[in-house]
């Protein structure tokens, strides 16, 4: 059987070139994202403390791209082995007939997966050991991570990247294996291409499993803790339950959209679109097989950005409702105060009504064991209720005083009249009366808790609000503002421009971190794409040699296969897109139960289509190059056999 298989790896190497390369390129990327990991690991513990903020957020921007990753890695690599074992009925009935067993095929193609899978493990971790280095100079210029970090001398990076991908290779191999060795001798005798079983047991096994899993995942958190949905490493993973089991799932549907997306075309002067759909039609397999990177490239980018749209959105819209200030003036992003002179001079701007406030923390004890800080506000009742319009399920800010507190419906004391003992910044211990209860919120990063000052020693004012009067000429209250804070480090700014740069979906670090772990998998699945489109073409040798015999020119050949892969393509980012909507209905019904109404809904259109482009330029150029080398062989040996 090693002969075999050495033989079959060397003579029909076009069948394994999908999986080499998406073994090598998810073991490079486990590999460099290791080394950048272990950078941060293995850090002296003194570096670690001068950075700790930095330190964090690489370490979830690596784990979260990692787990991603190798989700997408292993879902490419057994749907490409299993492809490559579609494609070789006629080679495995023809060892059948030799006399070959069930146990000795599934034998040729796990030895198969092990040589493929070990040499480009192997490419993989040279990969990575390039790739590791640029990693962390990028994130170092992006100032994501600190300066002082370097990737190290570290092996157990290589040795994880390495053995995993052998893994995953032999994970999509055994898949394979089960259908290859259910292969009959009959199937030697086959000589239509045309698939009439694409769904096999363990197929429709795992799809519906993962399926399942997703849909009642997000049923539950919707339903139970829709604030989990809005966390970025929930919104990031999620996603992919359902994306691999549309994938898994999709030759299903594959026939009735290729059906549909080539409507118009089969329907133009001559025979080119027809054939081209009927083709993409017959061959479900691989037409499942080249529409799977494109499914879940559009499927991952609408997902992650969609969710992160949204939940922003929601989060900008829950504290634009909190106010009705038109400028909002802050402490400098160094300062831990306003000076005494801005509030003095922001209050004599005529023709406006302001608010200040000041930040502080109030701590409650938690079932008795743990103290629980929340982010409070300070504020005068009077002054503050004219500008704000807090999101309150009971009780009124008004009635807020020295003895009073307002807190959210997360506080173990959450009804109006009930006593809560709290903490103070500066350790004291008071008991207050609940005056007003909050709605939780989408966690935007606006306040939990408002007190009066009495009940925040040492808190100084760091924020005004800032309404015109009605009539008020906005440009003169402007320039009055400007005046104001002119020279005192205090910012300036218009509501929406305040609520952007508060936002923790908008941060600079969140939006990096989201486009590093879309950009890795996005670059993963493009590569796929053209590895298996090259597989596809490549296996069609005895078809375009048909085409060629009936009389079909090579120009049209080509334009037959650029049609084609445009349908498979534009198939895909249905799918995809479909996936995506499923998704961001979920984390839009979260936001909108938080936020006690229907909120802002983000689809990137833009996006999406950027993906599908990119599918669409890799998939008929790689379609383009392989055909053109077949049609050349074949017209050098144009005898059918």
Not at 350 to 364: H, M, N
Not at 537 to 560: E, K
């Amino acid at each position: 059987m090693l002969s075999i298989s050495l033989s079959t790896v060397r003579t029909r190497w076009t069948h394994f070139v999908g999986a080499f390369l998406a073994v090598a390129l998810g073991v490079g990327l486990t590999a460099s994202m290791g080394l950048a990991l272990a950078a941060t690991l293995d850090a002296p513990q003194h570096l670690k403390e001068q950075d700790p903020d930095a330190v964090f957020t690489v370490n979830a921007m690596l784990a979260t791209a990692a787990t991603v990753t190798t989700f997408t890695s292993v879902f490419i690599v057994a749907s490409t082995f299993a492809f490559a074992v579609a494609q070789r009925q006629r080679e495995f009935g023809l060892l059948r007939t030799a006399g070959a067993t069930p146990r000795q095929i599934r034998t040729v193609v796990v030895v198969e997966a092990l040589l493929v899978g070990g040499v480009a493990a192997l490419a993989g971790c040279l990969l990575g050991r390039l790739g590791g280095p640029e990693l962390v100079a990028w994130m170092i210029d992006e100032r994501l991570a600190p300066s002082w970090l370097t990737v190290g001398a570290q092996f157990w990076p290589y040795q994880l990247a390495f053995w995993s991908g052998l893994l995953v290779a032999l994970i999509g191999a055994l898949a394979a294996s089960r259908r290859a060795s259910r292969t009959s001798a009959v199937e030697v005798l086959r000589e239509s291409d045309v698939d009439r079983r694409i769904m096999t047991g363990g197929r429709w096994a795992f799809g519906g499993l993962l399926l399942a899993v997703g849909v009642v995942l997000l049923v539950q958190k919707i339903a139970a803790d829709p604030a989990d949905l809005l966390k970025r490493k929930t919104y990031t993973t999620q996603p992919l339950l359902l994306i691999g089991a549309f994938a898994l799932l999709a030759p299903v549907a594959v026939r009735p959209f290729v059906q549909l997306v080539a409507w118009l075309p089969s329907r133009l002067p001559g025979a080119i679109g027809m054939l081209a759909r009927e083709s993409a039609s017959a061959s479900l397999r691989r037409t499942a097989a080249v529409a799977a990177p494109v499914l879940v490239s559009v499927g991952l980018v609408g997902s992650l950005l969609g969710a992160s749209g949204t939940v922003g959105a929601g989060r900008a819209d829950e504290i634009r409702n909190r106010t009705t200030a038109d400028y909002v003036i802050t402490a400098s992003s160094g300062g831990r105060a306003l000076p005494g002179k801005v509030t003095k001079a922001v209050r004599a701007v005529p023709g406006t009504r302001s608010a200040i406030s000041a930040s502080t923390t109030v701590e409650y004890l938690l079932e008795g064991v743990a103290r629980v800080p929340c982010p409070g506000r300070v504020v005068d009742p009077a002054s503050y209720a004219e500008l704000a319009r807090l999101p309150l399920v009971e009780g009124s800010l008004e009635k807020l005083d020295d003895r009073s507190i307002i807190v959210n419906e997360e506080w173990p004391a959450a009804a109006v009249g009930q006593r809560v003992d709290v903490w103070r910044r500066d350790g004291s211990k008071s008991r207050l009366t609940v005056a007003g209860v909050l709605r939780t919120g989408t966690g935007s990063g606006s306040d939990d808790v408002y007190v009066t000052a009495a009940n925040a020693p040492g808190a100084t004012p760091d924020r005004i609000e800032v309404r015109l009067e009605p009539g008020a000429d906005r440009a003169a209250v402007a320039a009055g503002l400007r005046e104001a804070v002119h020279g005192t480090g205090a910012t300036l700014a218009s509501t929406e421009q305040w609520i952007a740069v508060s936002l923790p979906d908008t941060k600079r670090e969140n939006r990096l971190a989201v486009t590093v772990v879309m950009g890795l998998v996005v670059l993963y699945t493009l590569i796929a794409l053209a590895a298996t489109m090259v597989m596809a073409t490549s296996d069609r040798r005895r078809d375009l040699s048909v085409l060629r015999l009936t009389g079909v020119t090579g120009g049209q050949v080509l334009q037959i296969m650029v049609l084609e892969a445009l349908t498979v393509v534009v198939t895909g980012a249905v799918l995809g897109a479909l996936v995506s909507g499923v998704n961001v209905l979920g984390i839009w019904s979260a936001v909108s139960i938080l936020a006690g109404g229907a909120a802002p809904l983000s689809v990137p259109w833009g996006a999406m289509g950027l993906a599908a482009a990119a599918c669409t330029v890799v998939a008929v150029s790689a379609a383009v190059l392989s055909a053109t080398v077949v049609v050349r062989r074949a017209a050098q040996a144009p005898r059918v056999v």
